[in-house]
């Protein structure tokens, strides 16, 4: 959490019990359509950091730690700490020097609510005003920081560096395997169906039959976005070595093993 960088608590101290997630997102979301429902819940970029409001806690329900693996470490990056989070594996961590180009994050300010705060976070910055902020405030600027983070993460992944990253994760089908018979455990690539946030969730796409599937259910709350649309067709065109051959069978609808006649 944003409160945490002049805190003395772990994150998984923070997180454990404390962050229902559903509800940050719904808080943003609601902002978000405040600000600016006509525009896909952008928000108009501004040069000054705006003032955070006070959200009320639509729920009181809380859940677990979403950490992967054992306690937290406070030396742990908030980059490194959010790829590991549980259900965040097809993230790749982005180089931090590619967030600190600011040509790299052109047009990001004007879609994501409290993006200095949020920046900041991302960069494992200290902020003075951190110590003023409620845990609701907190938890909108943790919100915003994921938001931006994908959107600078399906840039990143159009690099070179972000290739190569994703690369390893696709040998190792940390993606996911295609669910057709006939493509025999293919292993697939993220990617969105819009390159507009918050418009649908990611898929899978298979690189044999060419067709996109739902992942496995942790994944199916992240959003396609954070993948776009560009990125498994530019990955295949830069590795075609790692692009596989068609199937070369196909189910065939037989009834008592005769073919079923098509009209």
């Not at 991302?122 to 609701?136: A, G, K, Q, R």
């Not at 907190?138 to 840039?155: D, F």
């Not at 990125?231 to 073919?259: D, E």
Request: glycine share 6%; net charge negative; proline share 5%.
């Amino acid at each position: 959490m944003y409160k945490e960088r002049s805190g003395g608590s772990s994150r998984s101290e923070i997180l454990s019990g404390a962050v229902d997630r559903k509800r940050i997102n719904d808080a943003l979301t609601k902002k978000l359509e405040k600000s600016s429902p006509s525009t896909s819940r952008a928000f108009a970029a501004s040069t000054a950091k705006p003032q955070l409001p006070d959200v009320e806690s639509e729920t009181d329900s809380e859940e677990g730690s979403d950490v992967s693996g054992s306690e937290g470490d406070d030396d742990t990056s908030w980059i490194s700490w959010f790829c590991n989070l549980r259900g965040n594996d097809f993230f790749c961590e982005v180089d931090e020097d590619y967030i600190q180009d600011d040509f790299n994050l052109c047009g990001l300010s004007g879609q994501v609510p409290y993006y200095d705060y949020a920046l900041d976070l991302i960069l494992d910055v200290e902020s003075s005003n951190s110590e003023m902020f409620t845990e609701e405030q907190n938890e909108l600027v943790e919100s915003a920081a994921e938001m931006l983070y994908g959107l600078i993460h399906v840039r990143y992944i159009l690099t070179t560096k972000g290739m190569a990253a994703m690369t390893e994760k696709y040998k190792n089908c940390d993606f996911g395997r295609c669910p057709r018979v006939f493509c025999c455990g293919q292993s697939c690539l993220p990617v969105g169906q819009s390159d507009i946030p918050r418009s649908s969730t990611v898929k899978i796409y298979c690189p044999k039959c060419e067709d996109i599937s739902y992942p496995r259910s942790k994944f199916q709350d992240i959003d396609g976005a954070y993948f776009g649309t560009t990125f498994p067709h530019l990955f295949l065109m830069t590795y075609g070595n790692l692009k596989p051959q068609k199937p070369t069978q196909k189910y065939v609808p037989r009834i008592f093993g005769f073919k079923v006649h098509k009209p």
